[in-house]
């Protein structure tokens, strides 16, 4: 089993490079004038859409936050392996919670890379003028919902623990929105979207590619 101090050292890690990229862009993104957008695009409201999906996706993000920036300092502050104590497997496996790490270091890479080529443009403030292609976007279709499906089933693999179950629910939530935002751009961009389909993977590097 990894030592808890090492896990959470590499937790705290990820999460302050996570937010020392991605807030002073929300912040950029903010303060500047509205996005540009496609003049000619409809109307889309994704949360009357799938209302269901997002209340599982945010309460699960929630949940994720709390546990990615507050279980490091508690542990450090407490020293405490209480997470143990509820743990569903009998045996911690090394392999898993080393193949968790990895995929938390992933996670992390895709989101940023996501997060910078994308600027100030999000389909929830509506349909970019131009479609987004590199960095990130390169890897996977939908990086933000791609990393954090692989922080939800990294934690799962790292801490084998029934604390964090509830991250689990957001998996479904994420992939549900992602598939609507794919009609959404399928419609708007047309074969442009198409063939970036065939190229790139929906969630996963290489796999959902369309024929």
């Given amino acids: 089993m990894i030592s808890y101090d ?104 895709v989101e940023i890379l996501g997060r910078i080529e994308r600027g100030k443009s999000a389909i929830s403030w509506g349909v970019p003028s131009k479609l987004k292609t590199r960095l990130g976007q390169k890897i996977v279709r939908h990086p933000l919902y791609a990393s954090y499906i692989y922080y939800f089933i990294a934690f799962q693999l790292i801490f084998q623990s029934l604390i964090l179950l509830p991250l689990l629910p957001g998996i479904l939530g994420y992939y549900s929105i992602a598939k609507y935002e794919e009609s959404i751009l399928t419609y708007e961009f047309g074969d442009e979207y198409r063939n970036y389909q065939k190229k790139v993977g929906m969630l996963i590097p290489f796999l959902g590619r369309r024929n």
């Fill in 6 to 109: 090492i896990i959470a050292y590499f937790i705290a890690a990820n999460a302050i490079i996570y937010i020392a990229v991605h807030l002073p862009l929300e912040i950029i993104a903010y303060r500047s004038k509205t996005p540009k957008q496609k003049e000619d695009s409809g109307n889309y409201d994704i949360w009357e859409r799938s209302k269901s999906t997002i209340l599982l996706s945010t309460f699960s993000t929630i949940y994720f936050w709390i546990f990615f920036t507050i279980w490091p300092i508690y542990h450090f502050t407490f020293s405490s392996e209480f997470i143990k104590q509820f743990s569903y497997s009998l045996n911690y496996s090394t392999y898993l919670q080393i193949i968790g790490l990895i995929l938390v270091l992933f996670a992390t890479t």
